[in-house]
């Protein structure tokens, strides 16, 4: 079965057997943003790369896991980061290939890879929250993809937090990715050091949370307010997921907290003891995916219904 997974930078193609989530080939892209087509002749170019890899393999269906929001239905992808709307790319690539293709949202990839093949192996209602350049979530409750009225369910990035904090992109205030993404840290960061505040690193180098990170194993008090800001930011809004939901486990995935386990995990459950307010008394365990990222491209072949891997079984 073929998995894709496109981001707003990359693109990763793998051919996966899914019996066990083995990837066999794998071809990882840039990818181009430049227009629409360009968009859609890259990600036409690296699935018939990756076809032409292995001849004697040849797959029976295709599943999309991409950035953006996404119909799953009508196979339809509209996102800011990729440069596209309403792109109908689940029939675009069906035609170029001549194979069913199936598509969803990657965090909701991601939680179906992490359900087969990862952290939440026979879990039936749990999260899987990615922290990166944005923070997403893709939930399944009662064994399925919640995918909401119009597939925009996950969105934790926008949920508020605070109710006095800064001007969201989307218009809202005091949404999470302001906090506790890249992006978000980088600019609380720059917004610090405008004040006058002190640090190893300077106004012109703080443009990437790696360099944060660095600075606050180093010991570096802002850059470890920053870090700890984020990890507790986080931290309520799994509080708030939980006590919503009562969920039996929370995946973490995306760069951020794969950076610094020792504060996204230990300091975050230790803050969540803290302020833990004893409504929902079966508190899920928090941990970071050991196969992310490949999660996402192992849930987008797990997109393909099973009777399409049945096909795949009786003729190899
Ligand atoms: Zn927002």
Redesign the pocket.
């Known amino acids: 079965m073929i998995g894709i997974d496109i981001g707003g930078t990359k693109t990763l193609a793998a051919l996966v057997r899914i019996e066990d989530g083995e990837i066999l080939h794998r071809l990882l892209k840039p990818t181009n943003t430049n227009s629409p087509e360009l968009f859609v002749q890259g990600i036409i170019e690296i699935i018939g790369e990756l076809i032409a890899l292995d001849i004697s393999q040849q797959p029976v269906a295709i599943g999309i896991g991409t950035a953006g929001h996404v119909d799953p239905h009508l196979g339809k992808v509209s996102s800011m980061n990729l440069g596209v709307s309403k792109l109908p790319l689940k029939s675009l690539v069906s035609e170029a290939f001549g194979l069913p293709v199936f598509i969803d949202n990657d965090c909701n990839a991601g939680a179906i890879g992490e359900m087969y093949y990862g952290a939440a192996q026979g879990k039936q209602h749990f999260a899987f929250l990615t922290v990166g350049t944005g923070v997403g979530v893709g939930l399944v409750l009662n064994g399925g993809v919640y995918h909401g009225k119009c597939n925009y369910a996950g969105e934790i ?2 949920v508020g937090i605070d109710f006095d904090g800064a001007r ?3 218009g ?1 205030w005091g ?1 999470l ?2 906090i506790a993404s890249g992006p978000g840290m980088v600019e609380l960061m720059k917004a610090e050091l405008s004040k006058g505040r002190t640090s190893v690193l300077e106004l012109c180098h703080a443009n990437s949370a790696q360099e944060i990170f660095a600075a606050a194993r180093q010991r570096d008090p802002l850059c470890v307010e920053i870090v700890e800001q984020a990890a507790r930011a986080l931290g309520y809004s799994i509080r708030n997921l939980n006590n919503l939901l009562d969920l039996e486990l929370v995946v973490l995935g995306g760069g951020i907290p794969q950076a610094m386990p020792e504060v996204f995990v230990d300091y975050l459950q230790g803050y969540l003891e803290k302020i833990d307010n004893r409504v929902n008394l079966a508190a899920s365990p928090i941990v970071i995916s050991d196969l992310y990222p490949d999660s996402i491209v192992l849930g987008a072949a797990r997109l393909v219904p099973e009777k399409y891997s049945v096909e795949t079984t009786s003729k190899g």
């Open positions: 990035g926008h969201c992109k989307c809202g949404c990715e302001n």
